[in-house]
Antibody, heavy 120, light 108 residues
Framework: QVQLVESGGGLVKPGGSLRLSCAAS????????MSWIRQAPGRGLEWVSY????????NYADSVKGRFTISRDNAKNSLYLQMNSLRAEDTAVYYC?????????????WGQGTLVTVSS | SYELTQPPSVTVSPGQTARITCSGD??????AYWYQQKPGQAPVLIIY???GRPSGIPERFSGSSSGTTVTLTVSGVQAEDEADYYC???????????FGGGTKLTVL
């Protein structure tokens, strides 16, 4: 059973930074693309970013491009999201998800999420 | 910008069939996926590549595609199926992944 555990969420002021982590286990992490997806309170799902298995390829939603950076450490079975210049509209639960390299990509396993609140 | 359009809500009685649609201009050329999300929980993949069903997903969940619309069908709806359902695909250039707005399935 795939396990994904997010951490690093919390309260941050507008303009601040936060780094999310996702610890993966019970599958070969280095074989899979990985993604971050977020959900604002009471709202729908929004894809944020994905990264290829070897970190060669990354892609971002327009809403976070230039502010967020996705990365991974396959030796540590970990996925990261560095979030800078945070805005109130970035407030959301952030999920990490194992991503299947299909056409198009999709998400076959999700973590339980970590809440990020951007407020003064 | 490209969007996937879902009805905000669908209501059915137990034992009936629920159909949730998702419309998008790029859907004839690429697959769609469906996720179920119950309150306070993470989403779960229930349909892949328009009509595939992952192991462990009940047979009452099925998917189909016709033109610019994909449909999630829940046959013999049970109270435990009450949840939000999201379709997912990509834009026509396949550079951005996106979700529909979600449909709340209510079982009355």
């Amino acid at each position: 059973q795939v396990q994904l555990v997010e951490s690093g969420g919390g309260l941050v002021k507008p303009g601040g930074s936060l780094r999310l982590s996702c610890a993966a286990s019970k599958f070969t992490f280095s074989d899979y693309y990985m993604s971050w997806i977020r959900q604002a309170p009471g709202r729908g799902l929004e894809w944020v970013s994905y990264i290829s298995s070897g970190s060669t390829y990354t892609n971002y939603a327009d809403s976070v491009k230039g502010r967020f950076t996705i990365s991974r450490d396959n030796a540590k079975n970990s996925l990261y999201l560095q979030m800078n210049s945070l805005r109130a509209e970035d407030t959301a639960v952030y999920y990490c998800a194992r991503t299947i390299h299909s056409d198009p990509y999709y998400f076959d396993s999700w973590g339980q999420g970590t809440l990020v609140t951007v407020s003064s | 910008s490209y969007e996937l359009t879902q009805p905000p809500s669908v209501t059915v009685s137990p034992g009936q069939t629920a159909r949730i649609t998702c419309s998008g201009d790029a859907l004839p050329k690429q697959y769609a996926y469906w996720y179920q999300q119950k309150p306070g929980q993470a989403p779960v993949l229930i349909i892949y590549k328009d009509s595939g069903r992952p192991s462990g997903i009940p047979e009452r969940f099925s998917g189909s595609s016709s033109g610019t619309t994909v449909t999630l069908t829940v046959s013999g709806v049970q109270a435990e199926d009450e949840a939000d359902y999201y379709c997912q695909s990509a834009d026509s250039s396949r550079t951005s992944l996106l979700f529909g707005g979600g449909t709340k399935l209510t079982v009355l």
